[in-house]
């Protein structure tokens, strides 16, 4: 069982940055795939971005492709999304997930946050 809590989230202007922390429970951290993932109201569930269970590969939504950056830090079981150039349209609540496999399938994840809400202002 892993538990996920996801903090960072906020009110920013358009062209600027915050950065997102999930912190997961559990002694298997290291072993899963994690993601964030991103829900607007009136929208779909959207794949934001996911890196492996070493941190040597990292996959990423085309909105968010060379923007945001994804890690993780498997000694503090936690993985964090930095995202910079934020624009009105990255208003969502934003989701971390882990799982055994993915990367962009939310239906490949096992484990889910309650999400935070990033609100960007134009």
């Known amino acids: 069982q892993v538990q996920l809590v996801e903090s960072g989230g906020g009110l920013v202007q358009a062209g600027g940055s915050l950065r997102l922390s999930c912190a997961a429970s559990?002694?298997?951290?290291?072993?899963?795939?994690m993601g964030w993932f991103r829900q607007a109201p009136g929208k779909e569930r959207e794949f934001v971005a996911a890196?492996?269970?070493?941190?040597?590969?990292?996959y990423y939504g085309d909105s968010v492709n060379g923007r945001f950056t994804i890690s993780r830090d498997n000694a503090k079981n936690t993985v964090y999304l930095q995202m910079n150039s934020l624009k009105p349209e990255d208003t969502a609540v934003y989701y971390c997930?882990?799982?055994?496999?993915?990367?962009?399938?939310?239906?490949?994840?096992?484990?889910w946050g309650q999400g935070t809400q990033v609100t960007v202002s134009s």
């Open positions: 890196i492996n269970w070493r941190g040597s590969s990292t």
């Open positions: 997930a882990a799982g055994r496999s993915g990367p962009t399938n939310a239906y490949n994840y096992d484990y």
């Open positions: 559990g002694r298997t951290f290291n072993s899963y795939v």
